[in-house]
């Protein structure tokens, strides 16, 4: 994967992100998505069931705790596979934010506090970018190279 950034949500202050689950989604609706891995914390039957009908996507997110009395037609039908694991990918993302760009904003007004962690998220994006260049130079050397040594 890219581990490029592809949606943000920003709040004024500290809540829980869950409620952003779908709407951060919906931006990537027509995208062609093959699973998306989520921790317990998005264990709902409407956020499986909108990964499965709008996204046609599978869900990769583990039952947080049991399924209860009422586990729902998508719950029940929760299997995990080596997909899920690629949510390492976000956690490493977020970590190579934090070391290069520091975590805490220094912008005093919501709405600076906001650009800044937009521009940090670009800066972030545009770094990895520039790597996923080298490497893709890289290869296609080494394509090259080893073609004209046959």
Same mark, same amino acid.
């Given at each position: ?46 956020? =499986? %069931?909108?990964?499965? !009908?709008? @996204? ?6 583990? *039952? +947080? ?45 919501? =709405? %600076?506090?906001?650009? !800044?962690? @937009? ?6 994006? *545009? +770094? ?23």
């Amino acid at each position: 994967g890219s581990m490029l950034v592809l949606g943000t949500s920003i709040h004024k202050m500290y809540r829980n992100d869950t409620r952003d689950f779908i709407p951060l989604l919906a931006k990537l609706k027509g995208k062609k998505l093959s699973f998306v891995s989520a921790d317990k914390a998005y264990d709902s039957e409407s956020n =499986r %069931q909108y990964v499965v !009908e709008e @996204l046609h996507s599978k869900p990769e997110i583990p *039952i +947080r705790g049991s399924l209860g009395r009422r586990p729902g037609f998508y719950r029940k039908r929760n299997t995990l596979t080596r997909a899920y694991h690629q949510r390492s990918k976000v956690e490493t993302a977020f970590s190579v934010m934090k070391r290069l760009y520091k975590p805490n904003i220094k912008a005093t007004t919501v =709405r %600076q506090q906001r650009k !800044e962690a @937009l521009f940090k998220v670009l800066a972030y994006n *545009i +770094r990895r970018l520039c790597k996923l260049k080298e490497f893709a130079i890289l290869w296609l050397n080494h394509r090259i190279s080893t073609r004209l040594s046959d």
